[in-house]
Structures are given as structure tokens and as C-alpha cells.
């Protein structure tokens, strides 16, 4: 059922109007510093090339395995950085400005889709850039993290609209995005670990890796006190700004992570 104003208290309609107003000003800032960590990393350069491959296994008549490794192309990581930083100021002005109508609407039926069709993308390229900052190199692999992680973020536009209108909580949604959550990272820090070649790109390897894990965990702890309206996430306007001010960092503090100890 849609929300409307009319079916919420008096003191929660000022409330909600008076925070709508702070979501048009943090989307607009949170645009503004994309921008501008756009430029700023733009004008340190991209110079960091990483060869991309595939592996194909063949077996001779004896049954031995023997791997054959093709150079596929020459990246730079730091394009993988940019793109998901552009995304994501593109969509928060959009949000502040052509979409704000349908952008409030969202908010006021306790969902935001755009959130999660931006997300879809630009947490994709970024741990696309994680995992080839951990040493992965195979394609086949990275493209597999991509849409792994563009499911887990499209389940959770599911589990809003579902959920909107249940009187019960529908979790599934919920449980499948949190197994491709684990999925990725279980990926990235095995190799990490098992392997040299991202210490060999970067110093700090693994704190960049723990603190953007510990980073994206709280978007499903978000996720679930809106669903059980638990304190301030009882209101979604709150669950919003929860959800602006985490992309904000974990997005930016990545990009510093990458470009101050990768380039």
C-alpha cells in the first residue's frame, strides 16, 4: 500500500517533511565531493596497468592437466575507481534534482530503487578494483564478483518491495544477498592470503581489504533495523541518510585507500 501523509501522525509528517529537506542538501554534497575527489584524483594520474587473463585447462592423452594463461588486455584500475565514483555523483544529483518527485515518493513508501540500481554498478566496479588490487587477474573471475555482487544489491531493491507490503517481514531476499555477500570476499581475502601478488602491487593490502569489509557489513546492518524499525529506523528518512552518509565513505575512503598506496 502506498504511504501517504495522511496516514502518519502529525508530529511524524513535520518530521519526515523537515529531514526531506536534508536529503536534497546531503545528496547534493555528497555529489559535489565525488566531483571533486574526481578531479583531484584525475590530476594525480593513472598509471597503474594490470594485465588481465584466462586460464584454460587441457588435459593429453595420459590424463595430465596443463593450464594455458592468455594476456586478455591492460587495464588501469584507476578507471574502475573513477567510473564508480562518476556513477554515483551522477545519481545523487539526479536523486537532488530531475528525479527528486519520484526520489520523495520512493522515501515516503519505505524504498528507494534508485539506490539500489546505482548500487548494483558502482559497488560492482568496486569490488571488481578490490579484487584485482588482491591479485586477481583472471577475468572469468572478476566478472563473475561483478554480477554476484549486482544480484546481492538488486535483492535488497526485493526485499524493499516486498516488504513494503507485508505486515511480516519477508527475509529471503534478505538471506540470498547475504550469501553473495560472503561469497566475493570469501574470494578476495583466500587470495589474498594465499598469495603475494597484492603485496606486490600495494603496501597495507590487507587493511584496505579488512576496512572496506567492515565498511560494507553496516549496509546490511542498515538494512535490517529499517526492516525491524528498530530506534531511528523506524523512520525510512533516517534509514536514507544512514544509507547516503555509508556510500559516502566506504566509496571515498576506497578510492583514497586505492590511489594513495596502489598509484
Same mark, same amino acid.
Given at each position: 500500500?502506498? #504511504?501517504?501523509?495522511?496516514?502518519?501522525?502529525?508530529?511524524?509528517?513535520?518530521?519526515?517533511?523537515?529531514?526531506?529537506?536534508?536529503? =536534497?542538501?546531503?545528496?547534493?554534497?555528497?555529489?559535489?565531493?565525488?566531483?571533486?575527489?574526481?578531479?583531484?584524483?584525475?590530476?594525480? +594520474?593513472?598509471?597503474?596497468?594490470?594485465?588481465?587473463? @584466462?586460464?584454460?585447462?587441457?588435459?593429453?592423452?595420459? +590424463?595430465?592437466?596443463?593450464?594455458?594463461?592468455?594476456?586478455?588486455?591492460?587495464?588501469?584500475? +584507476?578507471?574502475?575507481?573513477?567510473?564508480?565514483?562518476?556513477?554515483?555523483?551522477?545519481?545523487?544529483?539526479?536523486?537532488?534534482?530531475?528525479?527528486?518527485?519520484?526520489?520523495?515518493?520512493?522515501?515516503?513508501?519505505?524504498?528507494?530503487?534508485? =539506490?539500489?540500481?546505482?548500487?548494483?554498478?558502482?559497488?560492482?566496479?568496486?569490488?571488481?578494483?578490490?579484487?584485482?588490487?588482491?591479485?586477481?587477474?583472471?577475468?572469468?573471475?572478476? $566478472?563473475?564478483?561483478?554480477?554476484?555482487?549486482?544480484?546481492?544489491?538488486?535483492? +535488497?531493491?526485493?526485499?524493499?518491495?516486498?516488504? =513494503?507490503?507485508?505486515?511480516?517481514?519477508?527475509?529471503?531476499?534478505?538471506?540470498?544477498?547475504? $550469501?553473495?555477500?560472503?561469497?566475493?570476499?570469501?574470494?578476495?581475502?583466500?587470495?589474498?592470503?594465499?598469495?603475494?601478488?597484492?603485496?606486490?602491487?600495494?603496501?597495507?593490502?590487507?587493511? $584496505?581489504?579488512?576496512?572496506?569489509?567492515?565498511?560494507?557489513? #553496516?549496509?546490511?546492518?542498515?538494512?535490517?533495523?529499517?526492516?525491524? =524499525? $528498530?530506534?531511528?529506523?523506524?523512520?525510512?528518512?533516517? @534509514?536514507?541518510?544512514?544509507?547516503?552518509?555509508?556510500?559516502?565513505?566506504?566509496?571515498?575512503? #576506497?578510492?583514497?585507500?586505492?590511489?594513495?598506496?596502489?598509484?
Amino acid at each position: 500500500m502506498k #504511504l501517504s501523509d495522511k496516514h502518519l501522525p502529525t508530529t511524524e509528517i513535520k518530521l519526515e517533511l523537515k529531514q526531506l529537506k536534508s536529503l =536534497r542538501s546531503l545528496n547534493v554534497l555528497a555529489a559535489a565531493f565525488h566531483l571533486a575527489l574526481i578531479f583531484a584524483l584525475t590530476q594525480i +594520474g593513472l598509471d597503474q596497468q594490470v594485465t588481465l587473463q @584466462t586460464y584454460t585447462t587441457t588435459f593429453d592423452n595420459t +590424463g595430465t592437466a596443463s593450464v594455458a594463461v592468455d594476456d586478455v588486455a591492460q587495464i588501469d584500475i +584507476g578507471h574502475f575507481v573513477i567510473g564508480y565514483l562518476a556513477i554515483a555523483a551522477v545519481a545523487h544529483v539526479a536523486s537532488a534534482t530531475v528525479l527528486w518527485r519520484r526520489y520523495v515518493n520512493y522515501i515516503k513508501q519505505h524504498r528507494n530503487p534508485l =539506490r539500489w540500481v546505482e548500487y548494483s554498478v558502482s559497488c560492482s566496479l568496486m569490488l571488481v578494483a578490490l579484487a584485482i588490487s588482491s591479485g586477481i587477474a583472471n577475468v572469468y573471475v572478476l $566478472v563473475a564478483i561483478f554480477f554476484a555482487s549486482a544480484v546481492m544489491n538488486l535483492t +535488497g531493491l526485493v526485499f524493499e518491495n516486498i516488504n =513494503r507490503h507485508t505486515g511480516k517481514t519477508f527475509w529471503s531476499p534478505f538471506v540470498l544477498g547475504s $550469501v553473495l555477500f560472503v561469497m566475493p570476499w570469501a574470494i578476495m581475502l583466500h587470495h589474498l592470503q594465499s598469495s603475494q601478488a597484492a603485496q606486490q602491487l600495494f603496501d597495507n593490502a590487507e587493511i $584496505v581489504h579488512y576496512v572496506t569489509i567492515t565498511l560494507f557489513s #553496516l549496509f546490511p546492518i542498515v538494512m535490517a533495523l529499517a526492516a525491524l =524499525r $528498530v530506534g531511528p529506523w523506524r523512520s525510512y528518512v533516517t @534509514t536514507e541518510l544512514s544509507y547516503i552518509t555509508l556510500s559516502f565513505v566506504a566509496k571515498s575512503a #576506497l578510492a583514497m585507500f586505492l590511489y594513495f598506496n596502489f598509484f
